[in-house]
């Protein structure tokens, strides 16, 4: 069972709001199979790059959820 504290879901949600302020659109992440440390983990990561970088992660994010939607619907 995925037990996720208040502390974790806080601190998430201000990682998100940093993210969302500093390159104007939302955190995108195939979260199937990832531990919500591990999702911590990579947006803490990704706040860390520039703006280009963090287009080009969006759009393999994206393309990697769409993949999954498609082969397990």
């Known amino acids: 069972m995925l037990i996720i504290t208040n502390k974790d879901c806080d ?4 990682l998100l ?13 195939s ?6 440390e ?4 990579v947006l ?3 706040l860390r ?3 280009h970088q963090e287009q080009l992660a969006a759009k ?4 990697e959820i769409a993949i999954k939607l498609f ?3």
């Open 49 to 51: 790059r520039s703006r």
């Open 71 to 73: 082969l397990f619907q």
């Open 60 to 63: 393999e994010a994206l393309a």
């Open 38 to 41: 591990e999702i911590k983990s």
């Open 31 to 36: 979260a199937q199979g990832r531990s919500p």
């Open 17 to 29: 709001k940093k993210y969302k302020k500093k390159f104007g659109f939302k955190f995108l992440i």
């Open 11 to 14: 601190t998430v949600d201000k």
């Open 44 to 46: 803490e990561k990704r």
